[in-house]
């Protein structure tokens, strides 16, 4: 807008400044300065009404007026500046007017001079209108190219979660794998192994080799505890909590089911077991005993505690509270880890979980 309205004014004081020129040298208007006062208040009333309701009413005005006064016909350019490319164009159409009985009484150089007048403000208008268009169609490739640009940003962050988390299964994939491959090659050799050592003891009385197969023995059993804990370790590495629950969501035919996970660190071995576990039996009841269509799992991670909520809308008619081993299960893992099971069955039928963190010491 600043660029336009600089743009106007300039366009307009170099065309008023023509208009005036062109008067002043005109014989028979005798150097009124009435009809420049005149022009100069109009055209200054149109630059603030540009293209509105008052601004057309002035300009019909002013060409009323200059039918009259033909004084006022050598600054209509000046005056119908603003109303050219603007809604208020088709007053212009009118302008005819007060240019024919003005061209009657006048000399040949004034209406040579009128005319070019007038060409000055058209060419002047158009060339405005023309930049201040090419700034808005600059302005809206902008902020296109801007907008475009931040989706991408955002497009390309997307892909590099996801291209993460592949990352990051592929991984867990691979360690589980290795886990089963050195539990099923290494610990079956590690166990036979020991198993003959076993059978020689139990044959050999040669006490310097039973010293040797004792210690080799040993040795074999602290390697097959060492590679049993290397194992466990590289399984639970492996267990992902939130690939878990969406694999049990898509194996979850029952009805819908969301599930909504918002954990911002990896729980402890024990308790991401504990969860999946309890999240099994939750959908595990909700296939038996509830005529549900939409189920939600949401697991929440708060400063002091974790939550775990499975709910259901199915209609609970018989609930009592001390029947079901499935439930009696849930309430067991919960209160292994000091935490707090809620059931509630308004509107559906609701558990609602509240495990703590464990306090870590300095």
Known sequence: MTLKLGKSITDKIVLFLCCTVAYLTMPQFHSDVVPVLISVIFSSLLSFWEGKSPGCVLTAGFLVWSAFSPS????????????LFSPCRYVCIFTFVPLVLYFRGASPTANSTTVILFALGVLLRYRTYSLEKLRVERNNLQDSAKELSLKLERQNKELL???DAEINVATLNERNRIAREIHDSVGHLLSSSILQVGALLAVNRDEPLRTGLI???DTLNEAMNSIRTSVHDLFDESLNLSSQLEKL?????FCSLEIQYRLDTDPERKLKYAMLAIVK????NIIRHSNATNATVS???HPAFYQVIISDNG?????EPERGIGLQNIHDRVDSFHGVMNITVKNGFRIFITIPKKEVGP
């Not at 006022?72 to 109303?83: C, R, S």
């Open 249 to 253: 969501a898509k194996e979850f035919t």
């Open 299 to 301: 697991l929440q991670e």
């Open 161 to 163: 979660q996801e291209q």
């Open 72 to 83: 006022l016909v050598p600054f209509l350019p000046a005056v119908l500046y603003d109303a």
């Open 315 to 319: 209609v609970v008619s018989d609930y």
């Open 281 to 284: 039996e939750g959908l595990t």
């Open 215 to 217: 210690t080799l023995k």
